[in-house]
């Protein structure tokens, strides 16, 4: 079992509950990542379901969720031969922290009746810019569980060059060299530094609104994961994930509404 299948294990407890512990090395500055915590979710999810799937998820982050013990409390809402759909819960000491909306389903490994290209080009990954992992005592634990190569342009914002435009695009994959799956990919939309980062602003940016859906199963190798923001205004953005497999399929689109990083 690899560090990323223990760190999103559900236990069943009966037909609606499952033990999880959220692990600590998957932290921004102290919150826990909000993908990660999704992928948690979705193990106890796809466990209760009959379908294999994640294939469309949409969560309100209500509390920021801490390291230690939880619980994944499942309501379901119909099933069927196509599709289930079920309300999670994702809880610590009875206080819920995370409420989602899941559809589940069973994808076949098959070529796409139509797709469109990606939004963005990507120059090859040996001209892209690698971060170096934070200082132990900054609290960005999950840099240290996974690699990221930046578009040269839309990390200037480390240095004080922001392009001045909400973005962000790197390629993605687990530092372990797990290959991508869906849980992968839960984590994978939520991973790319806040696009108004690079639009020129910083601090801690909560996600209020996560919703994802899994297009396609990924084949081995790096992502490609491409953000962008549409609105900034009024102390909100929207942020737009697209993630491409190294087949050069679409796997996995994302929307999130978040608040603009205070500090």
Do not use: H
């Given at each position: 079992?690899?560090?990323?299948?223990?760190?999103?294990?559900?236990?069943?407890?009966?037909?609606t509950t499952y033990d999880v512990h959220l692990d600590p090395g998957y932290a921004v500055g102290g919150?826990?990542?909000?993908?990660?915590?999704?992928?948690?979710?979705?193990?106890?999810?796809?466990?209760?379901?009959?379908h294999e799937h994640p294939v469309t998820t949409s969560a309100q982050f209500l509390r920021v969720a801490p390291p230690g013990p939880a619980r994944v409390r499942l309501e379901p809402l119909k099933s069927g031969r196509t599709v289930t759909m079920t309300r999670a819960t994702l809880l610590q000491d009875d206080v819920?922290?995370?409420?989602?909306?899941?559809?589940?389903?069973?994808?076949?490994?098959?070529?796409?009746?139509?797709?469109d290209g990606p939004s963005a080009t990507m120059p090859p990954i040996e001209e892209c810019f690698r971060p170096p992992v934070p200082d132990p005592g900054s609290g960005m634990t999950l840099n240290?569980?996974?690699?990221?190569?930046?578009?040269?342009?839309?990390?200037?914002?480390?240095?004080?060059?922001?392009?001045?435009?909400?973005?962000?695009?790197?390629?993605?994959?687990?530092?372990?060299?797990?290959?991508?799956?869906p849980y992968v990919l839960a984590m994978a939309v939520d991973c790319l530094?806040?696009?108004?980062?690079?639009?020129g602003a910083r601090g801690w940016a909560p996600t209020v609104d996560l919703t994802w859906h899994l297009r396609a199963l990924p084949a081995?190798?790096?992502?490609?994961?491409?953000?962008?923001?549409?609105?900034?205004?009024?102390?909100?953005f929207d942020e737009e994930v697209e993630v491409w497999d190294s087949a050069g399929r679409l796997v996995a689109q994302s929307r999130q509404l978040a608040r603009v990083g205070r500090g």
């Open positions: 079992m690899t560090k990323f299948d223990e760190a999103t294990r559900a236990v069943r407890v009966d037909e919150p826990l990542n909000g993908g990660y915590l999704l992928a948690v979710l979705l193990r106890a999810v796809v466990d209760a379901s009959p819920p922290l995370i409420e989602t909306l899941v559809t589940t389903a069973t994808l076949n490994d098959v070529a796409p009746d139509w797709s240290e569980r996974m690699e990221l190569a930046f578009d040269p342009p839309t990390a200037g914002w480390l240095d004080g060059r922001p392009t001045g435009r909400p973005e962000a695009r790197a390629y993605f994959r687990l530092a372990e060299g797990r290959e991508p799956d530094p806040p696009v108004v980062f690079s639009a081995p190798g790096w992502l490609t994961l491409l953000g962008s923001g549409r609105l900034i205004g009024d102390g909100w």
